[in-house]
């Protein structure tokens, strides 16, 4: 073989590894960028879902204090329910106490 044949040859592996060795450079570096921006997304995933924790455990506050709200408000119903018997009751007592309307005409008197 001639010198010339094997520099070619030794130039065009140099070549065909130097382009190799950037395009592995590059995705390395693509790789180490692609895995940053990705951690960075976690962390703000994490603290999105902390928020969600915090918003989930409000909820549930709200739902415990709407559960004691709807209790109040059956008792409060029982209670006017209550007092419209008895308000019937006082009404029928105080019927009683005034009597009849008087049913007959009167005449008059001159």
Not at 7 to 18: H, K, L
Not at 69 to 74: E, G, H, V
């Amino acid at each position: 073989m001639s010198a010339e044949l094997i520099g070619t040859i030794a130039a065009v592996a140099t070549a065909i590894g130097m382009i190799f060795a950037g395009m592995h450079a590059l995705l390395t570096r693509l790789e180490r960028r692609i895995d940053a921006r990705f951690d960075q997304v976690d962390a703000r995933f994490e603290q999105v879902d902390a928020r969600f924790a915090q918003v989930d455990a409000r909820f549930d506050r709200m739902d415990a204090r709407f559960d004691r709200m709807d209790a109040r408000f059956d008792r409060m119903d029982t209670h006017v329910a209550q007092l419209e018997t008895d308000l019937t009751d006082v009404k029928v007592s105080v019927a009683r106490l005034e009597g009849p309307l008087p049913t007959l005409l009167r005449t008059r008197q001159v």
